[in-house]
């Protein structure tokens, strides 16, 4: 069974992922208030992700994983990974002023800069799911 805190944290993810997509999907119906309200929650999400990951890999003694899976998958799963994570800190200061702009209703600043952030965010929410799945559920015996 996967460690309870990875478990949580890859849930948060999904959980971030569906208020984006859902999110995205009452934009596009012009439901802003709505959408406004799920990309908040999916920015809680997110949020609550990275407290958790922070505190599990630097405050819980948390042991590495290693992938073990194929060795044919090795370089598709590290580029998963690194662009996963270069993604994720590229995306936060964007997150956080489209998150602005749009609270400020300024729409069309919002609109330019959710084109960059929304994608890359739901990227980065996605692959932390599928580097969870990789890791803790298909690699179970994959600790350094």
């Not at 290693?66 to 590290?78: A, H, Q, R």
Request: charge should be positive; glycine fraction near 6%; aromatic fraction near 16%.
């Amino acid at each position: 069974m996967p460690p309870i805190l990875p478990t949580i944290n890859a849930c948060f993810n999904l959980a971030a992922t569906v208020c984006l997509l859902l999110g995205y999907r009452a934009m596009k119906r012009e439901e802003y208030k709505l959408h406004g309200k799920l990309m908040q929650t999916a920015f809680a999400f997110s949020a609550a992700f990275l407290v958790g990951y922070v505190y599990f890999h630097f405050f819980a003694g948390a042991e590495d994983r290693k992938y073990e899976g194929p060795s044919w998958l090795k370089l598709p799963y590290f580029a998963m990974l690194i662009s996963h994570i270069v993604l994720a800190v590229v995306n936060l200061p964007l997150i956080l002023v489209t998150l602005a702009r749009g609270r400020r209703r300024e729409r069309d600043a919002h609109k330019r800069i959710a084109r960059f952030a929304f994608p890359i965010w739901l990227y980065v929410s996605v692959t932390g799911v599928l580097i969870y799945l990789i890791l803790y559920v298909w690699n179970p015996g994959g600790v350094q």
